[in-house]
């Protein structure tokens, strides 16, 4: 039987927004006792299985903690969980500061937080600033795994890396922090490889999980669940493509995704996403300038959804670079359709493959 679906009334909404990182204040929460006050602090057990089920789930960790960052950060690694902390924030500052720096660094929204503490006076501070982050007693840290928002429909293999692939990206960060010459040339030096090919049964998981998690870089905010997608993937009228991406670090895993809606005179672009952690990278007109030429050697015209939130118009403005123009607007979606007047390059610093 032929799948036909309806790229529009079937996007839904994800009614629980998972975690994306648990940022942990230290003394008297990851362990027992205040390290300026006694050197001899002891690691809570409970917290150590918390972070392992956690990192295994995909969600990152991170540090807010008014502390010595020398001395924090030794007891960190004595204790054998420093790998475990991404962008550690380890100050005088205030907690909520230190909480929108973890968000700033990772690249994700602060309404994807979840902050620990056993003082009520500093998890009312950063909730206070952050409505949107969800602030647990450390008393309550042996339960955190079983929380709603802690449990991701699907792990997926890209989840079990994401610490390791956020790890690369830092190193990434310094090698471009101590480059001298220009963001093109620092580019090339990547050697990135990018590759678009039609999604397979396999990634759907993750497929689905880019939808979830990705704001910023989602032009339409829809989300679909993996039933969905392996009908549209299954559908003569419809195109699920999938985008993946390595460097001389490593590989990023699968950061893109775009579903097309395909009509005899008229292509539709019903979803593009990428991967927040690639933002800086040049690749969000990859896909799409793809998705363009492909268009114009079927003959028809390429349009596009666009639903504006309070996030995306990276994407938007992207579109509008690659030629696209509005031209219909109802029930807050806009219609851009690309004006055929050139076709894009693939930027000369990366090697791109397409096996659609």
């Given at each position: ?26 003394d008297n929460t990851v362990w027992d006792g205040v390290l300026l ?116 429909r699907f792990v997926t293999a890209d989840s079990r890396e994401r ?194």
């Amino acid at each position: 039987m032929t799948a036909t679906v309806n790229a529009v009334t079937t996007a839904t909404v994800n009614a629980v927004t998972t975690v994306k990182c648990v940022v942990w204040d230290l003394d008297n929460t990851v362990w027992d006792g205040v390290l300026l006050e006694d050197g001899d602090v002891t690691l809570r057990p409970e917290v150590v299985e918390v972070l392992r089920t956690l990192d295994e789930r995909g969600i990152l960790h991170s540090v807010a903690s008014r502390n010595d960052h020398d001395a924090a950060m030794a007891k960190l690694e004595e204790f054998g969980i420093a790998e475990y902390f991404l962008y550690p924030q380890i100050n005088w500052g205030n907690k909520s500061q230190s909480v929108k720096a973890v968000a700033e660094a990772i690249n994700i929204g602060v309404d994807t937080l979840a902050f620990v503490d056993d003082q009520p006076f500093e998890r009312d501070e950063v909730s206070f600033a952050h409505t949107d982050v969800l602030c647990v007693d450390a008393l309550d840290a042996a339960g955190i795994p079983d929380l709603p928002r802690m449990r991701p429909r699907f792990v997926t293999a890209d989840s079990r890396e994401r610490r390791h692939l956020y790890r690369a990206d830092a190193q990434r960060k310094r090698a471009e922090d101590d480059h001298h010459g220009t963001d093109e040339e620092f580019l090339a030096s990547l050697d990135m490889r990018f590759t678009i090919a039609p999604a397979q049964e396999r990634d759907l998981q993750r497929a689905e999980e880019l939808t979830v998690r990705t704001n910023q870089l989602n032009a339409t905010g829809y989300t679909y669940s993996y039933e969905e997608l392996d009908a549209f993937r299954r559908s003569p009228d419809h195109d699920l493509l999938v985008a993946g991406l390595e460097d001389r670090y490593g590989a990023y895993g699968k950061i893109g995704l775009s579903l097309v809606e395909r009509g005899s005179d008229v292509w539709t672009v019903k979803l593009l996403l990428m991967s927040c952690r690639v933002m800086s990278r040049g690749v969000g007109s990859v896909l799409l300038g793809q998705l363009i030429r492909s268009a114009h050697e079927a003959g028809v015209a390429l349009r596009a959804e666009f639903v504006p939130t309070n996030r995306n118009r990276t994407m938007y403005v992207t579109y509008k670079f690659s030629g696209f123009r509005e031209v219909e607007q109802s029930g807050g979606v806009s219609v851009l359709e690309h004006d055929g007047a050139r076709l894009p390059e693939f930027p000369p610093y990366m090697d791109v493959t397409v096996e659609c």
